[in-house]
């Protein structure tokens, strides 16, 4: 047996002088989604904020593919697509120039093919002109997603994706999520919704006090 | 190398986009510096003696009153993280975003003061002085005006606190900076006093980005 591509062993983690959560250990394998449930408070976010580097846990190691990934947060840092809580859009870029900035903060230069495809997934095609100030709460989220599905990355970390998505576009996130597993990669979502997919694995956070 | 300047192209970018943002910092430079001859009353050998000092002053308020929306903007909206998140070093980030701030404040302001300087009858040689000075001091505004911003990043009236933390920081910029074009009348030597203003900028340039960084992390936890 192949040994886990993440590898979560003892995380804890403090928000505000409180422990969020404490002695966690998991691991997600390739193909694999990891569905993080548990009530307001319980530290969804946190756990995704501190895999995702942004926020530094009390005590743990977070391996990936062996390795600590403090040793070298960079490659891992390249290795993830993330989707915090707000958008991560810019009000005055256009749909597409929002797609092509967060691609190019990467150090990446994505083919103009790859964006029409990403654009085309959350059927944004008619959108992509339009400044993102414009839109609604929904499209852009769908916007938000595009930038996911752009980044190629193995590792989806995503908080609440289905906030505000409507069942069509909820149905071109499931479709995204399915190719991007069968294609080896690994989706860790924070979601109070149903994804939809049975193969899902659910890990349930201590609830808040 | 792709990632700084895809960020400061996305930044010029966005600033274009919002022309108003940075007419709004020229035009308070312009009255601010108008509104002292007016107040002082026109002695123009009063007036040419103080000329340095105003503009120098006036162009430190004007770069500060743009800093505080240079990291809230994305801040807010959540680009900060993918910032963060870039697989390239934060350090370089906080510095490219604050050279697209000296871009469209800096270098305006350095182009504009020798202008509103024929106003206070300014001698042509402290013109350009005074524009020399600036462009080689407002890279230290700049920069400072900046860690400024990022420590305030998600406080409360954010922007009355950045200049508070700001401005005694650029207290030596400021000396020196308007003591370079002063010297032309007393006699001293304004090379000096341009090597101690370069020498600012260049531990601005040195220390600021791993400040900036490091408050800016804080800020996204």
């Given at each position: 047996?192949?040994p886990?591509?993440?590898?979560?062993?003892?995380?804890?983690c403090?928000?505000g002088?409180?422990?969020?959560?404490?002695?966690?250990?998991?691991?997600?394998?390739?193909?694999?989604?990891l569905?993080?449930?548990g009530?307001?408070g319980?530290?969804?976010?946190?756990?995704?904020r501190a895999?995702?580097?942004?926020?530094?846990?009390?005590?743990?190691?977070?391996?990936?593919?062996?390795?600590?990934?403090?040793?070298?947060?960079?490659?891992?840092?390249?290795?993830?697509?993330w989707?915090g809580?707000?958008?991560?859009?810019?009000?005055?870029?256009s749909?597409?120039?929002?797609?092509?900035a967060?691609?190019r903060?990467?150090?990446?230069?994505?083919?103009?093919d790859r964006?029409?495809g990403?654009?085309v997934a959350?059927?944004?095609?008619?959108?992509?002109?339009?400044?993102?100030?414009a839109?609604?709460?929904?499209q852009?989220?769908?916007t938000?997603?595009a930038?996911?599905?752009?980044?190629?990355?193995?590792?989806w970390?995503?908080?609440?994706?289905l906030?505000?998505?409507?069942?069509?576009?909820?149905d071109?996130?499931?479709i995204?999520?399915?190719h991007?597993?069968?294609?080896?990669?690994l989706?860790?979502a924070?979601?109070?919704?149903?994804?939809?997919?049975?193969?899902?694995?659910?890990l349930?956070?201590?609830?808040?006090? | 190398?792709?990632?700084?300047?895809?960020l400061?192209?996305?930044?010029?970018?966005?600033?274009?986009?919002?022309?108003g943002?940075?007419?709004?910092?020229?035009?308070?430079f312009?009255?601010?510096t108008?509104?002292?001859?007016?107040?002082i009353?026109?002695?123009?050998?009063?007036?040419a003696?103080?000329?340095?000092?105003?503009?120098w002053?006036?162009?430190?308020?004007?770069?500060?009153?743009s800093?505080?929306?240079?990291?809230?903007?994305?801040?807010?909206?959540?680009?900060?993280?993918?910032?963060?998140?870039?697989?390239?070093?934060?350090?370089?980030?906080?510095?490219?975003?604050?050279?697209?701030?000296?871009?469209?404040?800096?270098?305006p302001?350095?182009?504009?003061?020798?202008?509103?300087g024929?106003?206070?009858?300014?001698?042509q040689?402290?013109?350009?002085?005074l524009?020399?000075?600036?462009?080689?001091g407002?890279?230290?505004l700049?920069?400072t005006?900046?860690?400024a911003?990022a420590?305030?990043?998600?406080?409360?009236?954010?922007?009355a606190l950045l200049?508070?933390?700001?401005?005694?920081?650029?207290?030596?910029?400021?000396?020196?900076?308007?003591g370079?074009?002063?010297?032309?009348?007393?006699?001293?030597?304004?090379?000096?006093?341009?090597?101690?203003?370069?020498a600012?900028?260049?531990?601005?340039?040195?220390?600021?980005?791993?400040?900036?960084?490091?408050?800016l992390r804080?800020a996204?936890?």
């Open positions: 047996m192949t886990p591509l993440l590898d979560i062993a003892d995380l804890a403090r928000r002088g409180r422990k969020v959560f404490d002695r966690l250990s998991f691991a997600v394998g390739a193909g694999e989604l569905v993080l449930v009530r307001n319980s530290g969804k976010t946190t756990l995704l895999l995702a580097l942004l926020v530094r846990p009390e005590a743990g190691t977070i391996r990936w593919q062996g390795r600590d990934i403090q040793i070298d947060p960079e490659t891992w840092r390249a290795g993830i697509a989707l809580h707000l958008d991560g859009l810019k009000g005055d870029l749909v597409r120039e929002n797609l092509l967060a691609e903060l990467r150090g990446l230069r994505p083919p103009e964006i029409d990403a654009l959350f059927d944004l095609t008619a959108l992509a002109a339009r400044p993102v100030r839109l609604s709460a929904g852009r989220r769908r938000a997603l930038r996911v599905l752009l980044s190629q990355a193995p590792v970390l995503l908080d609440e994706p906030n505000a998505l409507d069942s069509a576009a909820q071109a996130f499931r995204a999520l399915s991007h597993l069968v294609a080896g990669g989706v860790i924070a979601t109070h919704a149903d994804l939809g997919l049975p193969t899902a694995r659910r349930e956070l201590g609830a808040a006090p | 190398m792709s990632g700084i300047a895809a400061m192209a996305r930044d010029l970018r966005l600033i274009w986009r919002r022309p943002d940075v007419t709004v910092v020229l035009a308070f312009v009255v601010a108008v509104l002292f001859p007016l107040g009353g026109p002695e123009t050998n009063l007036l003696r103080v000329a340095a000092g105003i503009l002053c006036a162009a430190l308020f004007a770069s500060l009153l800093l505080d929306r240079l990291f809230a903007a994305d801040y807010e909206d959540g680009t900060l993280d993918l910032l963060l998140l870039a697989p390239w070093p934060l350090e370089l980030a906080a510095l490219a975003k604050c050279a697209a701030h000296w871009i469209v404040t800096g270098l302001l350095a182009i504009l003061a020798p202008i509103l024929v106003a206070f009858g300014l001698p040689e402290n013109l350009l002085a524009a020399v000075t600036l462009l080689i407002t890279p230290t700049s920069l005006g900046g860690l911003a420590l305030t990043l998600g406080a409360r009236r954010s922007g200049a508070l933390l700001a401005l005694p920081l650029c207290v030596p910029t400021l000396i020196f900076g308007a370079a074009v002063e010297t032309l009348t007393t006699g001293e030597e304004f090379a000096t006093y341009l090597a101690i203003l370069a600012l900028a260049l531990v601005a340039v040195a220390t600021m980005p791993w400040a900036m960084a490091a408050a804080q996204g936890e």
